[in-house]
């Protein structure tokens, strides 16, 4: 009897301790597969809004080129009037200059973003390995979501300042210097603005959420 | 027969050089476009963030100001 006991109890022991092991087994193959999913949609996704933020930056350029190509055209013709050949050689320079900065600065911000965005990808990536590994990572949710929210405001910023043109209302010849250097002042403020405001803002958002994945515990695992 | 040999060795080396360039430009290309390539951990993500360069717009504005001077 208590042979038959001792195996009753044995098997009673040993069975759900299999279970178990195959049930953790089964959750840990399961949690990997889902990271790998995670990975490959964060992907598929990032690729997919770096593709269309290229294609929709071009597009408004391109737009905004044909708008004030008349505008351009008329303002190079009053430069080419001019009878100083050394200040016709200046004003075309500097014309060239400010809208060449434009889309280059934009050029830049629009990459920088795409960059962040990238970044914010690898915290969203790590925060479900450390997710999987039981710890708790509603805080990191919560300021990647304020990021990649803070980031698209900044898409919209660069997006507006492409459409932006910065051509000089030439009067006179003597007052050159005053034409070109409001415009240069208002490209000034804007790429500063731009620069100093939602983009470090961007950089920021993203900062923090890295900074609240860098406290939870057993983050690295 | 020598001059052929050699001009087979030649091509050869060509092509072996153009499929090695090929590959590199390929592996480069893809490394780079690939996005959460690389590391994960914290502190790589640290590194990356800390590359994220925002741009010194001073040094190109100098330029336009030279010129708006020289008028």
């Keep these: 009897m208590k042979k038959y006991l001792l195996i009753l109890g044995t098997v009673l022991l040993v069975i759900p301790s299999l279970v178990l092991a195959q049930t953790v087994k089964q959750e840990k193959a399961g949690l990997r597969e889902n990271i790998e999913l995670k990975k490959a949609e964060l992907q598929k996704n990032i690729k997919e809004q770096k593709e269309a933020t290229v294609k929709r930056i071009e597009e408004v350029r391109k737009e905004a080129k044909a708008k004030v190509e008349a505008k351009r055209a008329e303002v190079k013709e009053k430069i080419q009037q001019l009878k100083d050949e050394r200040k016709k050689a200046i004003a075309l320079r500097i014309d060239e200059q400010l809208n060449r900065l434009n889309e280059q600065w934009t050029k830049h911000f629009s990459n920088v973003l795409n960059q962040l965005n990238d970044i914010l990808g690898k915290v969203e990536l790590r925060a479900e390995k450390t997710k999987a590994n039981g710890q708790d990572v509603t805080a990191v949710s919560t300021a990647v979501e304020k990021a990649k929210q803070t980031i698209a405001a900044a898409k919209s910023a660069v997006e507006e300042q492409v459409k932006k043109s910065y051509i000089a209302t030439i009067e006179s010849e003597d007052k050159l210097k005053d034409a070109f250097k409001t415009q240069r002042d208002l490209l000034h403020k804007d790429l500063f603005g731009l620069r100093d405001g939602l983009m470090k803002d961007a950089r920021k958002a993203v900062q923090d959420a890295l900074q609240s994945l860098r406290v939870v515990p057993e983050v690295d695992k | ?71």
């Design chain 2, 1 to 71: 027969m020598n001059t052929q040999n050699g001009k087979i060795i030649i091509w050869l080396v060509v092509l072996a050089l153009i499929i090695a360039a090929g590959f590199i430009w390929y592996r480069y290309y893809f490394a780079q476009s690939e996005p959460l390539s690389g590391e994960d951990t914290t502190s790589a993500i640290e590194n990356d963030l800390g590359a994220v360069d925002l741009g010194d717009l001073d040094s190109d504005f100098q330029s336009v100001d030279k010129d708006l001077n020289s008028f």
